[in-house]
């Protein structure tokens, strides 16, 4: 398949971009966009064609719902069955905003979106052109991240090419994700609303708005508890970078000094690469590459680098990579549950 890519700029849209895209999802084709989190490879939600489509493009399994995208508040209205009043509460509150909310479905969602629950995700993204292009091609977008599943999501117009090139109808191009992240999900299909993935709106802001909020046990426990996630996508392997990921967790100097032995005792022609904190950069002089996180003081930089920073790995070889921790107070959860996922929860205490 030829993909048509286009350049937009968020500040000044052009329309006749937005119409182009906007003709192939309502035709049934797919386009990948930009949003505040991360990339989207978008189709018509309510087409089950078109979430076909996706899955093959991703090569993902049919079983993993897809986000429904809107852009406005009132879409809620035709593809979700009862909203609890919390639900509009904080949905009112972060959208459109970083934030996905799981209600009750109607039929007019096809199964083929849902992965056959009788529940929708559903999320009002902030980004101009995602808010453009929702409008213009009916209201309602199927979107996962628009990578290959299983690799790290896309947070540049490159990032999205170098998965989807070939594969999908159309890539619009805005440069980078301001977030990095993938949305937080809550679930309000059960009476105590439950988190399903950590993001940007983080569990002091849904408490702040929500009273009491759940976690899920199988996402956010210490250990492996062998639960399956309430999100089907969280069980699956993720954000993985080709080579060997391990997380150091401890005392800053004992992990500075765990990392280093390991880059300085190489001697076998393996690649070592160290994700660091802008500080720590020059404490790896044996690592084969070093990638600037971002300072440990500005979270939103080591967020919004974290998937280049993976694919980086990948692009240089990188047979080993070691991380330094990230415990940030706003997006720490978020960051860390990244990185323990991409780690395959290998992570090495000091
Ligand atoms: O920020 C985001 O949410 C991005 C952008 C493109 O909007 N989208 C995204 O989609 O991250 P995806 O497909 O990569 O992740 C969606 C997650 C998966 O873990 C999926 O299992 C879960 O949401 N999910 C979707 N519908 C669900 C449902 N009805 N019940 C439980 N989990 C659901
Ligand atoms: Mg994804």
Same mark, same amino acid.
């Given at each position: 398949?030829?993909?048509?890519?286009?350049?937009?700029?968020?500040?000044?849209?052009?329309?006749?971009?937005?119409?182009?895209?906007?003709?192939?999802?309502?035709?049934?084709?797919?386009?990948?966009?930009?949003?505040?989190?991360?990339?989207?490879?978008?189709?018509?939600? %309510?087409?089950?064609?078109?979430?076909?489509?996706?899955?093959?493009?991703?090569?993902?399994?049919?079983?993993?719902?897809?986000?429904?995208?809107?852009?406005?508040?009132?879409?809620?209205?035709?593809?979700?069955?009862?909203?609890?009043?919390?639900?509009? +509460?904080?949905?009112?509150?972060?959208?459109?905003?970083?934030?996905?909310?799981?209600?009750?479905? +109607?039929?007019?969602?096809?199964?083929?979106?849902?992965?056959?629950?009788?529940?929708?995700?559903?999320?009002?993204?902030?980004?101009?052109?995602?808010?453009?292009?929702?409008?213009?091609?009916?209201?309602?977008?199927?979107?996962?991240?628009?990578?290959?599943?299983?690799?790290?999501?896309?947070?540049?117009?490159?990032?999205?090419?170098?998965?989807?090139?070939?594969?999908?109808?159309?890539?619009?191009?805005?440069?980078? @994700?301001?977030?990095?992240?993938?949305?937080?999900?809550?679930?309000?299909?059960? $009476?105590?609303?439950?988190? %399903?993935?950590?993001?940007?709106?983080? $569990?002091?802001? %849904?408490?702040?708005?929500?009273?009491?909020?759940?976690?899920?046990?199988?996402?956010?426990?210490?250990?492996?508890?062998?639960?399956?996630?309430?999100?089907?996508?969280?069980?699956?392997?993720?954000?993985?970078?080709?080579?060997?990921?391990?997380?150091?967790?401890?005392?800053?100097?004992?992990?500075?000094?765990?990392?280093?032995?390991?880059?300085?005792?190489?001697?076998?022609?393996?690649?070592?690469?160290?994700?660091?904190?802008?500080?720590?950069?020059?404490?790896?002089?044996?690592?084969?590459?070093?990638?600037?996180?971002?300072?440990?003081?500005?979270?939103?930089?080591?967020?919004?680098?974290?998937?280049?920073?993976?694919?980086? @790995?990948?692009? $240089?070889?990188?047979?080993?990579?070691?991380?330094? $921790?990230?415990?940030?107070? @706003?997006?720490?959860?978020?960051?860390?549950?990244?990185?323990?996922?991409?780690?395959?929860?290998?992570?090495?205490?000091?």
């Amino acid at each position: 398949m030829n993909t048509i890519y286009r350049k937009i700029d968020a500040d000044n849209i052009d329309k006749e971009v937005i119409k182009e895209a906007a003709d192939i999802i309502r035709s049934g084709g797919l386009v990948a966009f930009p949003t505040e989190t991360v990339y989207g490879l978008g189709g018509d939600a %309510l087409n089950p064609g078109s979430s076909a489509k996706i899955y093959e493009a991703k090569g993902r399994p049919s079983d993993n719902p897809l986000i429904v995208h809107i852009a406005e508040f009132d879409s809620i209205y035709r593809i979700a069955d009862s909203i609890p009043q919390a639900a509009e +509460k904080l949905a009112k509150k972060y959208w459109p905003g970083p934030l996905t909310i799981i209600l009750k479905k +109607k039929p007019v969602v096809p199964d083929a979106t849902t992965g056959g629950l009788d529940t929708v995700a559903i999320r009002f993204p902030s980004h101009p052109v995602a808010r453009e292009l929702i409008r213009e091609s009916g209201g309602y977008i199927a979107a996962p991240s628009a990578n290959i599943s299983g690799r790290p999501s896309p947070t540049t117009g490159r990032h999205v090419t170098e998965d989807m090139d070939g594969r999908i109808d159309m890539i619009m191009d805005s440069g980078s @994700c301001d977030i990095g992240l993938e949305s937080t999900i809550v679930d309000f299909t059960s $009476e105590i609303p439950m988190m %399903l993935r950590p993001g940007y709106v983080n $569990e002091k802001m %849904l408490t702040d708005v929500l009273g009491q909020v759940e976690k899920d046990p199988a996402v956010f426990g210490e250990t492996l508890t062998g639960q399956r996630p309430k999100a089907p996508g969280m069980k699956y392997r993720h954000y993985a970078p080709k080579g060997t990921l391990a997380i150091v967790s401890g005392d800053t100097e004992k992990v500075i000094s765990y990392i280093a032995g390991r880059t300085d005792k190489k001697t076998d022609g393996t690649r070592i690469a160290v994700l660091a904190s802008t500080t720590n950069t020059g404490r790896y002089p044996g690592a084969d590459l070093v990638l600037d996180t971002g300072d440990i003081d500005n979270e939103t930089a080591i967020a919004s680098r974290l998937y280049d920073n993976l694919r980086r @790995c990948d692009e $240089e070889n990188i047979d080993e990579i070691y991380s330094e $921790e990230f415990n940030t107070p @706003c997006l720490g959860q978020a960051i860390m549950n990244r990185l323990i996922k991409a780690a395959g929860h290998n992570i090495i205490k000091v």
